[in-house]
């Protein structure tokens, strides 16, 4: 790649900047409902309006995740999704030309059992962009992040009202690429209970640094993406997805014809909801 990760990911949130618009940020988790539904969802991401990528790695303790992503990781586990296949995922999406940010999203355990070394090789190799990984605190960053940063991979860090101004600059010092800003408190899939909360938040936090800031957890719809874009750099929307995916299995939880395009029907929604919201452009 002629790009580092951190490098794209700016890239694409300056564009939607320069755009006059925030940028979709979608989740849907590898492997669901199986390996090649789930890249078929991967490579039509893209084409449906998503600007920025996350790839959820299935796992067995998704502690910060609420039911609907639960039982989209179950589905992929059972499917056989692995770390391994998930960065297959992503080296086939880019050899077919996507340059699409990806963002691997989940937890440490499965990156440590891969090795850290050859899990940040690989996952370079294979055109991985940038980790969230939510259990791993800023106290922590010699385990992974500050290595993932000198892989030339991003690492997005979450920030959540919980987070107060003492907490917010050691939570900042080695983030890079954006901000995941959690709208609640919670687990994925819950309901943003205020909207002008969220706002204030996220004012906050880009007084304390100059990242893009992303707004996720509760984003549903349409509208929500329209009133969170106001605001925000990033939209992200996880668990709406991932249901689109459940809804349209068969009786036996395999993929229908109208899995694809149950996901990527909702994404195009999501993406014309934010370029409703006009922004002055950078």
Known sequence: MTETGQTRIQNRFQTCAKEGRAALVTFVTAGDPDFDTASAILNALPQAGADIIELGVPFTDPMADGIPVQLAGQRALKAGQSLKKTLAMVASFRAAGHDTPIVLMGYYNPIWAYGVDRFLVDARKAGVDGLIVVDLPPEEDVELCLPALAAGLSFIRLATPTTDD????????????????????????????????????????????????AVGFGVKTAADAATIAKGADGVVVGSALVERVRFSLDADGKATEKTVSAVTSLVSELAAGIRSVAKAAA
């Open 166 to 213: 003492k907490r917010l600059p050691k939570v900042l010092q080695n983030t890079s690429g954006f901000v995941y800003y959690v709208s609640m408190t919670g687990v994925t899939g819950g309901t943003i209970a205020n909207y002008d909360a969220v706002g204030d938040a996220v004012a906050r936090i880009k007084r304390h640094t100059d990242l893009p800031v």
